[in-house]
């Protein structure tokens, strides 16, 4: 019994020394390699941890199956009762955690599709009359097909070309399914606490593919940057301001803003974190492209049913 106490406990602490290392892993791979890390790494760790409760949970459960009285279970761990119990409380407490979150996603994801009422159906995209500079990747809903939400904000931010690159990055969400990476490290977070700082380190990565993808959409790295950079996104926040909403992987955010270093580099040369000393990580010395002022200055849009928070950090 004190070998298999040992192994459940070495499954609930694995995850606070996994989770730095996985994140560590994932600045190291290209952005879809490291989503699927960080991913994976969520939903191992989650099932992990739930495993081991449900078996503290079921050990009283499995003394009687094999009819050995609780009496004389007791007996030889003492604290057979009590951890079984707490192991039961802990799961009944991140099982209503797990069902507020989803319902809260579901919530807001039916409230941002209301704030879209007035906009503008063009091809795969939804024009909102809104002079703040926004633009996000919304999913479906209810037979309805995601789309691309912007402002005619936005429209006027960008010339021509820079909206295409726009266009591929949100589109890319879509495509990619990110509103649904993101939300699974969002549960994830639920089970155990160690794993909360996967889910910005994954909208990270989630960004910095869809920067790649937008770059190969139009051909030219320099203009994706450029238009990166000019873009003015802001972190969706939940209504009364409670932490970030788990469906705005999709927000057009600024390069440099968001921690992303847009290189005007070649095409083997990604889209990537940057260094301690704020230097886009590229092959040519870490030159990334960023005008001065980009994402500065910027008002955060207002839309109906969702609340926007300052800019990025």
């Known amino acids: 019994m004190t070998l298999v106490l040992a192994v459940v406990m070495l499954t609930m602490v694995l995850p606070w020394a996994a989770v730095p290392a996985t994140r560590r892993l994932a600045v190291l791979l290209p952005p879809r390699e490291a989503c699927a890390a960080l991913t994976g790494a969520a939903l191992l760790l989650a099932g992990g941890t739930v495993a081991a409760l449900i078996g503290l949970f079921h050990v009283?459960?499995?003394a009687s199956l094999e009819q050995i009285p609780l009496s004389r279970a007791a007996a030889e761990w003492p604290a057979i009762v009590p951890v079984a119990a707490v192991a039961g409380a802990v799961l009944a407490f991140q099982a209503v955690l797990l069902v507020r979150r989803w319902y809260e996603r579901r919530s807001m994801?039916?409230?941002a599709w209301a704030s879209t009422g007035d906009a503008v159906p063009d091809g795969d995209f939804l024009v909102v009359p809104d002079s703040e500079p926004q633009a996000f990747?919304?999913?479906?809903?209810r037979g309805r097909s995601g789309r691309v939400v912007v402002t005619t904000g936005m429209l006027k931010t960008l010339g021509p070309a820079e909206r295409e690159v726009l266009l591929g990055h949100e589109r890319a969400h879509l495509t990619g399914r990110h509103h649904l990476w993101s939300v699974t490290a969002y549960l994830a977070a639920a089970v155990h606490p160690a794993l909360r700082p996967?889910?910005?380190?994954?909208?990270f990565h989630l960004e910095r593919w869809a920067d790649e993808s937008a770059a190969s959409a139009v051909g030219d790295r320099r203009l994706a940057a450029t238009?990166?950079?000019?873009?003015?996104?802001r972190r969706v926040r939940r209504e009364g301001g409670q932490g970030a909403w788990p469906l705005a992987?999709?927000?057009y955010r600024a390069g440099p803003a968001a921690g992303r270093s847009p290189a005007a580099a070649g095409p083997g040369q990604a889209f990537g974190p940057q260094d301690a000393g704020?230097?886009?990580?590229?092959?040519?010395g870490g030159d990334g492209l960023r005008p001065a002022g980009s994402g500065a200055g910027v008002r955060t849009p207002r839309v109906r049913g969702v609340r926007r928070s300052g800019p990025p950090g």
Do not use: H, S
């Not at 990747?137 to 809903?141: E, I, N, T, V």
């Not at 238009?227 to 996104?233: N, Q, T, Y």
């Open 227 to 233: 238009a990166i950079a000019r873009g003015a996104g």
């Open 198 to 203: 996967l889910r910005p380190a994954l909208d």
């Open 60 to 62: 009283p459960f499995l």
């Open 278 to 284: 704020g230097r886009g990580r590229t092959g040519d």
């Open 109 to 111: 994801l039916a409230r």
């Open 137 to 141: 990747a919304l999913p479906g809903w």
């Open 249 to 251: 992987v999709g927000e």
